[in-house]
């Protein structure tokens, strides 16, 4: 198949079609991602995203990849929803270090009647510096959706994070039909969909062909589409996984592009185990989103000042919002770098 029909738009892929685009010769498919890429996107450009944990642990989830789950014992330190304001502080410092959008994750199987009120003035007080905005919440219902689109929310994140097939075997708690009328309810209510995947739960190459399918063939293609490579936290079911092949990994990120061509591919939790070079590989593969900071709501990620430098190697800038001018938004990148090195990090997080 060419490049240049796969560059068209499309909701009706079928698992052969999808395996054959894993199965090229590697230099083969990712000069289909990148042609692809190129026709939608500035290859030189990468958006950058924080988020924040908002409210960790204690998830009555069973999610065999999370550290947060209560059914793990993890070691990890238990938090109540964050206050307000101080959910704000942490949006202006990630604004401050070049973030174009502030996500808010909160362990929750579904938010409760009464932390809404505090959710939606997160996302009131975040929308009014500038920045996008997402959120992880868990499960929704309708009126929740509403209520979050109506307060401003740009972004629901909400993973598949494998196959039908093989999601049973991964988590117990909540249904694959479940994920997705959520994601349907934030369709409908008019945000955009933050949704993917994890690698390296001992899915095979079927289950992350189908979960590209799932997301390729939903009725409008997720606007982001994070890849994740599993963070092994011992205490959690998959801490003896074997380790994700790094061609693979590369493998799937190409795919997602081809399938989705205005999508946002997002190189998301596991770049803490990336080197440069496979990282260059993602973005020639089409990745073109980052999460950026300290922390991936309780897993390392590489520190805001090396991916600058990395992003400076490889002539690549982070995308801007639109009413920045692109010079004045990377000064003040470079100037929020230097005053950090001698301050102390804040707290981030990546998509759950």
């Known amino acids: 198949m060419s490049a240049s029909t796969t560059a068209t738009t499309r909701h009706d892929w079928s ?13 083969d498919l990712l000069f ?3 042609t692809v ?25 069973d999610c065999k990849y999370c550290p947060q789950s209560g059914h793990y014992n993890t070691g990890l330190e238990k938090q109540k929803l964050m206050e307000v304001q101080k959910v704000l502080e942490e949006a202006a410092r990630a604004k401050a270090i070049g973030s174009t959008r502030f996500c808010m994750g ?29 959120m992880t919440l868990g499960k929704l219902d309708q009126e929740q959706t509403a209520a979050l689109a109506q307060a401003g929310l740009d972004y629901y994140n909400h993973n598949l994070d494998t196959s039908p097939e093989f999601y049973g075997s991964i988590i117990t708690t909540r249904t694959y039909s479940e994920r997705l009328q959520t994601l349907a309810y934030v369709r409908d209510a008019g945000m955009k969909i933050c949704s993917g995947g994890i690698l390296g739960m001992g899915e095979s190459l079927d289950d992350r062909a189908g979960l590209l399918i799932q997301l390729a063939n939903l009725p409008e293609h997720p606007e982001s589409v ?3 490579m599993l963070v092994k936290v011992a205490g959690t079911p998959l801490a003896e996984e074997e380790d994700v092949d790094p061609f693979d990994f590369i493998r799937m990120l190409a795919v997602a592009r081809i399938l989705m061509p205005k999508s946002h591919v997002r190189l998301s939790a596991g770049r803490e185990q990336m080197n440069e070079q496979m990282q260059a590989l993602a973005f020639m593969a089409g990745a073109n989103s980052i999460f950026y900071g300290e922390k991936l709501l309780t897993t390392a990620n590489p520190q805001a000042d090396k991916d600058m430098q990395l992003f400076a190697r490889l002539g690549i800038k982070p995308e801007a919002r639109e009413e920045h001018a692109d010079e004045v938004h990377q000064a003040a990148i470079e ?11 804040f707290y981030n997080a990546a998509s759950a």
């Open 15 to 27: 698992l052969p079609e999808v395996k054959a685009l894993f199965q090229q010769p590697f230099n």
């Open 32 to 34: 289909q991602a990148q």
């Open 37 to 61: 890429h190129r026709a939608h996107f500035d290859p030189n450009r990468v958006q950058v995203s924080t988020l924040l944990s908002i409210k960790t642990g204690a998830c009555p989830e």
């Open 106 to 134: 909160a362990a929750w199987k579904h938010p409760s009647a009464k932390d809404m009120p505090y959710v939606l003035e997160m996302v009131k007080g975040v929308k009014a510096m500038g920045l996008e905005t997402c």
């Open 226 to 228: 994070p890849i994740n």
């Open 335 to 345: 100037q929020a770098l230097v005053e950090q090195r001698s301050s102390e990090l």
